[in-house]
């Protein structure tokens, strides 16, 4: 490609910006993670990780993608052959149960159309049939970054409680943790799977599980195999601030810093303006006179926005389009998606003006690529932004 000047838009639903502070935190010689600084650091990051959490209890950090952190929330907690009821709401909730499936357990996969969350009825319904308690975990992608969906884990811890029936609740929240009000212990959450790259603001490479009580005493029965995603030696090695193994000491140097900015803005505002981001992306895209993936209002992403093609029209094509013209990176359509949807990713370090020029590399890419469409969508976001 030919040099372009300016900043490159990264726009996709993660990897998401990394903001100058995190950066330069994280520029600083890697230090000796056995030594009496490494400790200090470690201890007052996982003191302050509870607060992203919204939890009381431990939570565990893996040098790891959010994918290795799924894993560890499978094989901490369950045994070979044991069920769990999975829903279809995406190509990363799809990627779950097949993880799931492939390490020995024996999934349900509720499917859906991809343009809701998972239904709380359909978790009810599913464990009060279960007479014989053999569903031992609900698997829930709290917010499905390949559509722009976000599932109600509150409803789905009640229709939990409704049907009486232990199973744990696992959630992934990787592309909500920091962006989208979550919260761990108020919603009896057993396992929350999250991973760096998204409302942390931090580069790929940390994953981490906030586990619960239940969950922690689950995995003292659980007969997976494991070793490098055992909580037990993390968890022991966490009490004086190490790792049983090499942590990834600079993107600690960058979460330090990370979570220094959430609670600066305050986790309510953080949540609040991804909100209004979100309302003024849905403005432009109606105004546009496209479809928003998302199909139920009250599932609607703070994170990012999915929208469908008109037929006939190739999302790829689009999105390699305004890549060239105007340096900006947006979301593909994933699995059945793919050509079908582009996402727009409003989340992480993000203000007014970023998401202003973003919907315009938006409408100008449409524009070029001859995409039948309504002008005045960026028109529609700023008036949206105006009142809120
Ligand atoms: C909701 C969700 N779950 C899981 C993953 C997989 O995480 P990773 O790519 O960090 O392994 C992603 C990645 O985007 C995701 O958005």
Request: aromatic share 6%; glycine share 10%; with cysteine.
């Amino acid at each position: 490609m030919p040099f372009q000047s300016g900043r490159h838009f990264l726009q996709i639903p993660g990897p998401t910006n990394v903001p100058d502070r995190v950066l330069r935190a994280m520029n600083r010689p890697t230090i000796d993670h056995r030594g009496p600084e490494f400790s200090r650091l470690t201890l007052g990051i996982l003191d302050d990780l509870k607060k992203a959490f919204q939890t009381q209890g431990p939570v565990v950090i893996f040098p790891s993608s959010g994918t290795g952190a799924w894993e560890a929330a499978l094989v901490n907690t369950l045994s070979p052959g044991d069920k769990v009821l999975a829903f279809e709401t995406g190509q990363f909730a799809a990627g779950w149960a097949e993880m799931a499936a492939k390490i020995g357990i024996n999934v349900d996969l509720a499917p859906t159309d991809w343009r809701r969350g998972a239904d709380p009825a359909t978790v009810e319904a599913k464990l009060a049939e279960d007479a014989a308690r053999r569903i031992k975990a609900v698997l829930v992608v709290h917010n499905e970054t390949s559509t722009g969906v976000t599932s109600r884990v509150a409803e789905i811890r009640q229709a939990i409680d409704r049907a009486n029936h232990p199973a744990l609740l696992l959630v992934d929240t990787i592309s909500s943790l920091g962006s989208i009000d979550y919260r761990h212990d108020d919603w009896q959450v057993d396992v929350t799977v999250a991973g760096s790259q998204k409302g942390l603001m931090l580069p790929p490479g940390l994953g981490f599980n906030a586990v619960s009580e239940k969950a922690l005493a689950a995995s003292r029965t659980a007969q997976l195999p494991r070793s490098y995603w055992d909580w037990q030696a993390m968890l022991k090695a966490n009490e004086t601030g190490f790792f049983p193994y090499t942590p990834a000491t600079n993107i600690l140097y960058g979460l330090r810093e990370a979570l220094c900015m959430l609670f600066e803005e305050g986790l309510g505002n953080v949540f609040a303006r991804h909100a209004r981001h979100a309302e003024a992306t849905r403005a432009a895209v109606k105004a546009w006179g496209l479809e928003i993936v998302c199909a139920v209002p009250q599932e609607h992403s703070s994170v990012l926005t999915g929208v469908l093609m008109p037929p006939g029209h190739d999302a790829d094509e689009l999105r390699r389009l305004i890549l060239e013209r105007f340096n900006m990176s947006l979301g593909a359509g994933l699995g059945k998606l793919k050509g079908k949807a582009f996402r727009i990713g409003h989340l992480g370090d993000f203000n007014d003006l970023m998401l202003a020029g973003t919907l315009c590399g938006v409408e100008m890419g449409l524009a070029l690529s001859h995409v039948p469409f309504q002008k005045g969508g960026v028109a529609a976001a700023l008036d949206r932004l105006a009142k809120a």
